[in-house]
């Protein structure tokens, strides 16, 4: 076996589960952020979400032997966990209040837009299948939500809008800072975020409940757990590991998620286009995980001494030599007689 076939293989199944994890486990989010949020304000249950799992992560990493972030991998953390867990998660959920689940769920899908815009400006534009796979995913994301209520505020279409592309531009900017490696990056982003967090829900004026229901308890735990431990530390392998639009792929998924999800606990409608939808979210997929054609590459130019040394070591043989190479080639016949003849 190959000495790199296990490395090969590990990596692909820690590739899948992490897929899998932001498919199906950011899809429930929705939900789950939904139920929070009866209890808790959104700047508020997103801080109490990202403190406590940054704690847990830096506690786990620390046991695992991981050394702490420098100064400068603590301030990039500080930054990155700003973009997109402050500004990008924490904007979607306090927009969630003013703007309708179907805008929020077709501005959300719009993710992988503005990744191709800003990997664009670095110099890094996609490739042509990824440019297809942006319009037929966005396109079944704007099917699914055409017999919804596109409604909302226009303050919340903004902050919506803000918060999508801040998320972007801060996925792709943490691949060239440097940040804190393994769990501690995971660690160090939440645990600032949930900072930033928390100085955000006392300008928005939020305090904390005086009854708290089960059901947010049970929502916000699920959040810490798998919404933070576990598919937003997939999150981060997946874009130091994997190509942005593969990375970005989740957000044509969840939406499927979401609404299987809120017709299973709420008894919501799944909309009729969902026939149409779901094939083209599946092939705009399909093509992100399909891996790029390896490039062919041309001949290198031969040299005049290369291109001379073929006959300059045949004229150094003598005739008897090149005959008896002749025989041999023919099956030992003659010249200008078949080998099957000869053996005759």
Known sequence: ???????????RLAVGLSLFSLYVVWGSTYLAMRVAMESFGPFTMAALRF??????????????GEALPTLRQWRNALLIGTLLLACGNGGVAIAEQSVSSGLAALMVAAVPLWMALFAGFWGRWPVAKDWVALVLGFGGILLLNLGSE????????????FATAAWAFGSLWS????????????GAEMATAGLVLVLLSFVHGERLPAV??????AALAYLIVFGSLVAYTAYL???AKVPVPVASSYAYVNPLVALALGAAFYGERLPAALIVSVPLILTAVALVLRPPKAPTRAPEPRTRSELDAPAERESRRGPGVRSLERRRLSGGADEGEHPLVSRL
């Open 51 to 64: 403190l406590v799992a940054g704690a847990v992560m830096l506690i786990i990493a620390r046991a695992r």
């Open 1 to 11: 076996m190959s000495p790199t076939g296990p490395t090969a293989s590990t990596r």
């Open 150 to 161: 596109l409604r909302g505020s226009l303050g919340g279409v903004a902050v919506l809008m």
């Open 212 to 217: 708290v229901t089960g059901r947010s308890i």
């Open 175 to 186: 691949r060239r800072l440097d940040l804190p490696k393994g769990m501690m990056a995971a």
């Open 237 to 239: 392998y997946l874009l």
